[in-house]
């Protein structure tokens, strides 16, 4: 089964700067997909950025970006020019592929804002 | 549009009691998802919907916990015999379709608490 391990239960960040969030997953599948979601305090969780394993290329969002290592099994995500809106839960996600399989979330990393 | 809606918000019960927790997909999402999340984890998987049938009901912890979408719309999940053990936060995605690169979009999930 795949397991999904973020080792930050929090992290903070100064309005402005950049903050890195670390996502490490474990899997003995070649095809699979990866997934960034926010969830503010309304509980509702919100996509904020996807990653298809067969691609090379990091996915980018805005000031949302991914630094993808397949090798490592190391999933980061990068917030640029943190916001005071910016401040939830996150929680890093894999999908097998292909099929219709669920997602598979790690526990979690609350992100505050300082202003 | 309107997202993914769940009904109700809070709901407080006594151990034993039955409950129904419904979910409202958004209109012509065709797949449908229930997830668990417990407090300081992350949610866990509990059944898919594709369409009217439970495509996948791996993730429900035992006989108790039942789900119907018997229209290929609503959906509800039932749970008898609540035990303290099932308090948590009860999250609905829905997508419009169920592949792997199918976005998952999130309720604000139905808070259960079981005296």
């Known amino acids: 089964a795949q397991t999904v391990t973020q080792s930050q239960p929090e992290m903070s960040v100064q309005e402005a700067e950049t903050v890195t969030l670390s996502c490490t997953y474990d899997t003995s599948e070649s095809d699979y997909y990866l997934f960034w979601y926010k969830q503010p305090p309304s509980r509702q969780m919100i996509l904020v950025i996807r990653?298809?394993?067969?691609?090379?290329q990091n996915a980018t969002e805005n000031r949302f970006s991914v630094n993808f290592q397949k090798a490592a099994k190391s999933f980061s995500l990068k917030i640029s020019d943190s916001q005071l809106g910016d401040a939830a839960m996150y929680f890093c996600?894999?999908?097998?592929?292909?099929?219709?399989?669920?997602?598979?979330f790690g526990k979690g990393t609350r992100l505050s804002v300082i202003a | 549009g309107a997202g993914v809606s769940q009904t109700p918000s809070n709901k407080v019960t006594e151990k034993g009691k039955y409950v129904e927790l419904r979910c409202d997909p958004i209109?012509?999402?065709?797949?449908l998802y229930w997830y668990r999340q417990s407090l300081g984890q992350g949610p866990e998987f509990l059944i898919y919907?594709?369409?009217?049938?439970?495509?996948?009901d791996s993730g429900l912890p035992n006989d108790r916990f039942f789900a119907v979408r018997p229209e290929g719309s609503v959906s509800t999940l039932k749970i008898q015999r609540t035990e303290r053990g099932d308090s948590a936060v009860y999250l609905c995605?829905?997508?419009?379709?169920?592949?792997?690169?199918?976005?998952?979009?999130f309720g604000p999930g139905t808070r259960l608490t079981v005296l």
């Open positions: 990653q298809e394993a067969y691609k090379q």
């Open positions: 919907f594709q369409g009217t049938g439970a495509a996948d």
């Open positions: 209109s012509g999402h065709t797949a």
């Open positions: 995605a829905s997508s419009l379709l169920a592949g792997v690169a199918d976005t998952q979009y």
């Open positions: 996600a894999y999908r097998s592929a292909p099929g219709n399989t669920p997602l598979v």
